[in-house]
């Protein structure tokens, strides 16, 4: 069990350019989250996915934020057009649907975004 | 919608000491699960204990421990015999249908 990983671990664009970042989740875990951090506060929901179903997308999410799992293993989450408001920590995490241990999320280092 | 407060911006305390890190949370739900996260700066979210709303019993992880008190909707976590590595944000999440997390409280440990 190597834990969640994410890449990069950190980005830096200019505005107006995509990014996207990779998250890779424990192996055996069929939900995958992902969240924004700002500086000094507690994370936000922005999406999940069961297996390869994204299954609910925060309002936080705008059309600009495109997310995806398509075999159902690793995620990757697409920012277009970026933003200097896109500037956060975006956090990976996943978890069992159904087990001892549904409902504990196991977080990944995350991905520091920085919009010039 | 669920909240969660964490009402104690920053905490400080003395190696070895016992420190009470404040949460409350608001909820309709009957069944959920409540969380204590551990955020040391610029390093990884860890988790460091996870409380049952069904089960009455407060949860305990070595020298962490929780108070449960479900009919408050209050959630706080004690840590025992404070050490310098326990500095951090820590950060109270719900679980119902998502996971919602409180602000943090920056705990700051003195040698």
């Known amino acids: 069990d190597t834990g969640v990983s994410q890449d990069p671990r950190h980005k830096i664009t200019k505005r107006g350019q995509n990014v996207t970042f990779r998250c890779d989740p424990i192996s055996e875990h069929n939900r995958l989250y992902w969240y924004r951090q700002t500086l000094g506060q507690g994370p936000e929901f922005l999406t999940y996915?069961?297996?390869?179903?994204?299954?609910?997308k925060s309002r936080l999410l705008s059309d600009r934020f495109s997310a995806e799992r398509p075999k159902g293993s690793f995620s990757t989450l697409e920012i277009q057009r970026t933003e200097q408001g896109d500037s956060a920590m975006y956090l990976c995490a996943s978890s069992l649907a159904s087990g001892g241990d549904t409902d504990t999320q196991y977080f990944g280092p995350g991905t520091r975004l920085t919009v010039l | 919608a669920q909240t969660v407060t964490q009402s104690q911006p920053e905490m400080s305390v003395q190696e070895a000491e016992t420190v009470t890190l404040s949460c409350t949370y608001d909820t309709s739900e009957s069944d959920y699960y409540l969380f204590w996260y551990k955020q040391p700066p610029s390093r990884q979210m860890i988790l460091v204990i996870r409380?049952?709303?069904?089960?009455?019993q407060n949860a305990t992880e070595n020298r962490f421990s929780v108070n449960f008190q479900k009919a408050a909707k209050s959630f706080s976590l004690k840590i025992s015999d404070s050490q310098l590595g326990d500095a951090a944000m820590y950060f109270c999440a719900y679980r119902g249908n998502k996971l919602v997390f409180g602000a943090g409280t920056i705990l700051r440990v003195k040698s």
């Open positions: 996915f069961q297996n390869e179903a994204q299954l609910e």
């Open positions: 409380q049952e709303a069904y089960k009455q």
